[in-house]
């Protein structure tokens, strides 16, 4: 009953490193999300895919790139880290017409 | 733009006292309205909906109503337990073809034994 997986759950890099987060559902769910959590912010969209194949900007996606490899797994790649992109970022799928989504348990990252 | 504006934290409360968070909303057309919660180190679960007006959402004791009229969706809960300490979110999706969810702040609630 894995739901929705995030890996890794921490993770420090330096300024100008690169990384992706893995994000992978199990519930053949079509629309993939990844937020990102900043305190006193809630929770703000980076990017989405509504459909496999389809990928979409949210309200903050610069500095970020995804990839819907496939109907399961949705990754979120920072290309060049910087200290502002310091956060938990969370994925999370939904299918249409239910409303709400599920989310993974988060990726705390931090940028030195 | 769609927005949620929900009550500022942190709120204290003492075990099985009356819980109430505010949450109002900004839409065009009819969203759905959530509550999430978060609790420490763990990612958002899904505590109740309603997905038009008048509808009654409850879950665990939780309840909240959606007030087309008075465009809000406040989180009620009449007796809390230390157990529901957490991060309470509000949160709103329009639907269509991306089901995206737009989230409140979010509000702290810590429950003293």
């Known amino acids: 009953n894995a739901g929705v997986t995030q890996t890794p759950k921490f993770q420090v890099l330096k300024t100008g490193q690169s990384m992706t987060l893995q994000c992978a559902q199990d519930m053949n769910h079509n629309s993939m999300y990844w937020y990102r959590q900043d305190p006193g912010m809630g929770l703000r969209l980076i990017y989405y895919s509504a459909s496999e194949g389809t990928t979409d900007k949210g309200e903050v996606p610069n500095g970020y790139n995804v990839s819907r490899l496939n109907k399961r797994e949705f990754s979120l790649r920072l290309e060049s880290a910087a200290p502002s992109q310091t956060s938990v970022y969370f994925c999370?799928?939904?299918?249409?017409?239910?409303?709400?989504?599920?989310f993974g348990q988060g990726t705390r990252l931090t940028v030195v | 733009g769609n927005s949620v504006t929900q009550m500022e934290g942190p709120v204290t409360l003492s075990e099985e006292a009356f819980l109430t968070i505010n949450c109002t909303y900004t839409?065009?057309?009819?969203?759905?309205l959530f509550w999430y919660v978060q609790y420490p180190g763990e990612g958002l679960q899904l505590l109740l909906k309603a997905t038009k007006a008048d509808d009654k959402g409850s879950n665990k004791g939780f309840e909240a109503t959606y007030r087309k009229e008075t465009t809000s969706f406040h989180l009620e809960k009449g007796s809390v337990q230390v157990s529901d300490s957490a991060v309470y979110f509000c949160?709103?999706?329009?639907?269509?073809?991306?089901?995206?969810?737009?989230f409140g702040t979010g509000t702290l609630l810590a429950v003293q034994p």
């Open positions: 839409a065009t057309g009819y969203p759905s």
């Open positions: 999370a799928s939904s299918e249409i017409g239910t409303g709400g989504a599920f």
């Open positions: 949160a709103l999706s329009d639907g269509g073809a991306t089901n995206k969810l737009i």
